[in-house]
């Protein structure tokens, strides 16, 4: 245990617990240092700072992105939050909580906007599964004309899609090997423990 | 929700000192978890949800049990809230100085009864 500046607060071990991916064990467990008073009890007190790292912590370990990288990907594409709701098929309070940090995203919706991050996942792809995006169908347009080559192109069979899930197996299937070496990528830098078998499409 | 010793209703004034500051929910200095709480917690979600779901019940009315801690530090009540479809358990200590909440608990119920 080492000691901070302010007298009354030491730097403690806190375990930070992964979830596993069920939700409801505890897949991984590492130890961070967090700052900490020692109350009357003599039990140790976090507050603001120390409940921010643990929860940066949770985002590293499982592979999220942070709030902050969430809304330089929407900032970057000139979104607005209700925009980019609308693209990935979310509700706009649920975004907005993703992006303010108030609600920890699925691992699903993080794989989601780690592709379209990482270019694996087109926006006009996308915007093909939304039928009433026409207010921001000309950012997208003008967007990917910025990007390079798109990976893959979009077959309109996916059109009828309507979930984010879906649309991630759907992803999946129309993206065939492009999308499942990133997801690969994506599993092995998160989940050590984690072994992606070779799947069919 | 079944009935032990000690249910009450929690009184309104605690119920509006407390989630006046759990609304606020960001100020550093008037929200602590014990290390105990925080550990449960957070494979549920971020803290800020904790509180939302806490919000949800803690309206006047809603009934509690009066808790009494080794250290007295102000008035503690236990209650029932729901995050992810789970019922959990909620500790809260309002401090005498009425600035700072002090969670207790915040995990999955393993009871029906407070």
């Known amino acids: 245990m ?6 009354d607060i030491e730097m403690i071990d806190f375990e930070v617990r992964i979830p596993s991916l069920e939700g409801d064990e505890i897949g991984q467990v590492y130890t961070i240092k967090v700052p900490a008073r020692k109350a009357a009890d003599g039990e140790y007190r976090l ?23 969430i809304k330089k990907l929407r900032t970057n594409l000139k979104f607005t939050q209700k925009e ?5 098929q979310a ?5 907005t909580r ?19 991050r990482d270019g694996y996942l087109p926006m006009t792809y996308l915007q093909t599964l939304y039928k009433d995006g026409s207010d921001w169908y000309q950012k997208v347009q003008s967007h990917e004309a910025q990007l390079s080559q798109p990976i893959i192109t979009p077959i309109s ?42 799947i069919s499409v | 929700m079944p009935r032990s010793s000690n249910i009450c209703t929690i009184p309104e004034r605690w119920i509006l000192d407390v ?5 606020r929910g960001d100020d550093i200095h008037e929200i602590e978890w014990t290390t105990r709480a925080s550990r449960e917690w957070q494979i549920f979600g971020r803290f800020a949800e904790a509180y939302a779901a806490m919000l949800k019940v803690l309206i006047p009315g809603v009934q ?26 909620g500790k809260i200590c309002l401090r005498y100085d009425g600035k700072i909440v002090i969670i207790y608990s915040a995990h999955k119920a393993e009871r029906d009864t407070l």
């Open chain 1, 98 to 116: 993703w992006e303010n940090g108030k609600v920890r995203m699925s691992r699903l919706v993080n794989i989601i906007l780690c592709a379209m």
């Open chain 1, 84 to 88: 980019m709701s609308e693209l990935i």
């Open chain 1, 2 to 7: 080492t000691t901070s500046p302010n007298p």
């Open chain 2, 64 to 89: 509690g049990k009066k808790v009494t801690m080794p250290i007295d530090e102000g008035p503690t009540y236990s209650f029932f809230f729901y995050a992810k479809s789970e019922q959990m358990y």
């Open chain 1, 91 to 95: 509700g706009e309070k649920s975004y």
């Open chain 2, 19 to 23: 989630t006046t500051i759990l609304k």
């Open chain 1, 157 to 198: 069979a996916a059109c009828i899609i309507t979930t984010p899930v879906s649309a991630a197996v759907a992803a999946l299937v129309v993206f065939k090997s492009d999308f499942l070496s990133y997801f690969r990528s994506f599993l092995k830098a998160t989940t050590a423990t984690l072994v992606c078998n070779p």
């Open chain 1, 47 to 69: 507050t603001g700072n120390a409940l921010e790292l643990i929860e940066r912590a949770h985002d590293r370990y499982m592979g999220l992105m942070t709030p902050q990288e």
